[in-house]
């Protein structure tokens, strides 16, 4: 079984390396140290963290009323604007999002370089919600 070190599991789970050491040392995940002394987390255990973080990512008040169960929170990184389409970009942890929508819905979200957006990806399609 494939284990990962602390920065691994932080880039997988798109958080800092220094939350991931928080939830080790509270324990909410299990690691062991490796031969080097490293703290490693099993594949295993990590999988099931990272379904555990990612449904408690948002409370019931809070989750978009949506059939895109696919989302990716994250910053928006570019906002190029045409005259009727638009392409606005999302860093969402280790992810590079990519959106092709109308420029009009860009203007009615507000979506700007620097601001937290949720990209949802149903099918082939990335749907914007700000966030």
């Known amino acids: 079984m494939q ?3 602390i920065g691994q599991a932080a880039r997988l789970l798109g958080v ?3 939350t991931v050491r928080r939830w080790t040392d509270a324990g909410r995940v299990t690691t062991h140290r490796d031969e080097g002394g490293r703290r490693m987390i099993e594949g295993r255990d990590l999988a099931a963290f990272a379904v ?3 449904q408690g990512a948002h409370s019931d008040d809070e989750a978009p009323y949506t059939s895109a169960r ?3 929170p994250g910053i928006v990184t570019a906002v190029k ?3 009727v389409a638009a392409q606005v970009e999302i860093q969402a942890g280790p992810h590079r999002l990519v959106s092709l929508l109308t ?5 009615e979200l507000g979506l700007e370089v620097g601001m937290q957006a949720t990209a949802r990806v149903k099918s082939t399609n990335v749907h914007i919600d700000r966030t």
Not at 103 to 107: G, I
């Open 81 to 83: 604007l045409g005259d």
């Open 3 to 5: 284990s990962y070190t």
């Open 103 to 107: 420029r009009e819905a860009v203007e």
């Open 70 to 72: 696919n989302a990716f």
């Open 16 to 18: 800092s390396a220094d």
């Open 52 to 54: 555990e973080v990612g």
